[in-house]
């Protein structure tokens, strides 16, 4: 099993909703990241996992707040977002060490209105 | 700072063509580099991945190579098909940050 499943795969929520993104590997892999993309855009990193702790944060805002609940769950958190975090989020996994290839869920595309 | 550039921003091309993906950074100081592939609304595809000690990596018609002196990496494309039109991406890892940066990214389209 190569693969990254992330759900939603689209989501639409008011700013004062509170909506979690979800994110599930099974290859062992130790880091989780959550990307952020916008159209058009090269995915910008927002938090890194190693070993299900928080390892770097990106000056993100409290809005956002991630979750590691075990080595192969990684939760993105959402509360007040505002219409300018509207973006394709994408999670990713790789392996610690040399062969740090990533390999990309398909992301869920959200939608703040 | 790392910055990642890549030229061009896009590229049409016959079906059959041979093509080359240009992709540079600023710092020389990496740990490895890695290309991708994004079709519109999905995830990054990882397509080959170059560690620093390492010139060059081939997948199938795929073949990416890495100079770290002179800060350039290419992705070359043998024999173009329809199917690869997507956008490219170049990301690299500095020696001692776990953070990738991306490129800019180049939009392939080859027509049939």
């Known amino acids: 099993d190569t693969e990254v499943t992330q759900t939603p795969k689209h989501l639409v929520m008011g700013m004062t909703n509170k909506k979690s993104l979800k994110c599930e590997q099974h290859?062992?892999?130790?880091?989780m990241y959550w990307y952020k993309q916008k159209a058009k855009k090269p995915p910008e990193l927002m938090f890194v996992?190693?070993?299900?702790?928080?390892?770097i944060n990106e000056s993100v805002p409290s809005r956002f707040s991630p979750e590691c609940p075990n080595s192969s769950l990684l939760n993105l958190h959402l509360h007040a977002l505002q219409p300018e975090d509207s973006a394709l989020y994408l999670c990713?996994?790789?392996?610690?060490?040399?062969?740090?290839?990533?390999?990309f869920g398909s992301g869920t595309q959200l939608s703040v209105l | 700072k790392q910055e990642v550039t890549q030229i061009p921003a896009a590229l049409s091309v016959p079906e059959g063509e041979n093509l080359v993906l240009n992709c540079s950074f600023t710092?020389?100081?990496?740990?490895?580099l890695q290309w991708f592939r994004q079709d519109p609304g999905k995830g990054l595809t990882s397509l080959l991945l170059?560690?620093?000690?390492?010139r060059e990596q081939t997948s199938g018609r795929l073949n990416a190579s890495l100079d770290k002196s002179s800060g350039r990496s290419t992705l070359y494309i043998a024999a173009s098909q329809p199917g690869d039109s997507a956008t490219y991406l170049c990301?690299?890892?500095?020696?001692?940050?776990?953070?990738?940066?991306f490129g800019t990214g180049t939009r392939l389209l080859v027509s049939p």
């Open positions: 170059i560690q620093s000690s390492q």
């Open positions: 996992y190693s070993y299900e702790k928080l390892s």
């Open positions: 990713a996994s790789s392996q610690i060490g040399a062969n740090e290839k990533l390999f």
């Open positions: 710092d020389s100081a990496i740990y490895n």
């Open positions: 290859m062992g892999h130790r880091a």
């Open positions: 990301a690299v890892r500095r020696t001692g940050f776990q953070k990738l940066v």
